[in-house]
């Protein structure tokens, strides 16, 4: 059963759908109006859903869990993102632990969701924080969320402070500083502020960074000119006969191994201005393709 499954049976569920309500608190003040689910219950629900592939089954489940999602949600008030959008992540979460849910591992299944539903808050979290995102690898996301609870003042750590939380958390003392910085910065407009005429606000990024790299559309002219005269060169190469092509490739595109027109003469038994003769002609041939 995948979660698009038990999300369409919750939708289309009997039972009344906390999503329908029209506001947040509405929503909360619902979840928790729903009844906790008994150990006898709950695995027996469990066992419905797993060995029958039961979506009522799972619909209880969810519907009877959803309260926790809110409690896990609050926790992360502090990063400035919507509660709503928490919970939401959050019951996607809820609904992947109860498809993996074994009622025989003798746990409630609150205790197993717990862990889904924080890594789907954590995903949002990470990708919403910031338009760069600021926790790529598994010491910086473990930094990301633990290191503004190990802070015990404001402002920067000290070096007492930051091997602390370095051996506390299992990470290298450049990784907490680089973290710490990245937590203590904000993003910026790259172009200008939307008061253009505050003659006081500091300049946009965009008036002092730089880039030297290339335009793209002139980059993308630039290749679609060499290939177009690539093509003419192949063309114009299929327009001589085999002693011109020869000549021209052996002594203007084989940079590896260019020769002389003493040599070419010795090999074709002609004199060395024969063969200049050749090659002029077969250039001038050639420049037709170009010129036209």
């Not at 400035?80 to 019951?91: F, R």
């Not at 809820?94 to 074994?102: E, T």
């Not at 070096?159 to 910065?185: H, I, K, P």
């Amino acid at each position: 059963m995948t979660n698009l499954a038990m999300s369409n049976a919750l939708v289309s569920s009997s039972l009344p759908i906390p999503s329908a309500l029209g506001s947040l608190d509405a929503y909360i003040g619902a979840v928790h109006q729903i009844p906790v689910l008994s150990v006898e219950d709950e695995q027996a629900l469990a066992r419905r859903l797993r060995d029958h592939d039961d979506l009522n089954a799972a619909q209880e489940l969810v519907l009877s869990h959803l309260r926790f999602v809110v409690h896990v949600a609050r926790g992360y008030n502090g990063y400035g993102l919507p509660l709503g959008d928490l919970i939401q992540e959050g019951n996607i979460g809820l609904m992947k632990a109860i498809k993996r849910f074994d009622p025989n591992i003798g746990v409630r299944l609150v205790s197993f969701a717990v862990h889904w539903i924080r890594a789907e808050m954590h995903e949002f979290i990470l990708k919403n924080w910031r338009i760069v995102k600021v926790a790529t690898t598994k010491a910086q996301r473990k930094l990301f969320f633990n290191l503004r609870k190990s802070k015990t003042r404001l402002g920067w750590l000290n070096a007492a402070e930051v091997r602390a939380v370095a051996a506390d958390l299992n990470v290298s003392e450049r990784e907490v500083v680089e973290m710490e910085s990245r937590l203590s910065g904000r993003d910026i407009g790259f172009d200008l502020s939307a008061d253009e005429d505050d003659e006081h606000a500091p300049p946009a990024p965009a008036a002092y960074l730089m880039t030297h790299e290339e335009d793209p559309s002139q980059a993308y002219e630039r290749a679609d000119s060499e290939d177009n005269q690539l093509e003419l060169l192949r063309e114009g190469l299929l327009q001589l006969d085999a002693r011109s092509r020869d000549i021209i490739k052996r002594r203007w595109l084989d940079a590896d191994s260019k020769v002389t027109l003493q040599d070419l003469a010795t090999e074709y038994g002609v004199s060395a201005e024969r063969i200049r003769q050749v090659e002029a002609n077969a250039l001038k041939k050639m420049k037709g393709l170009f010129v036209a």
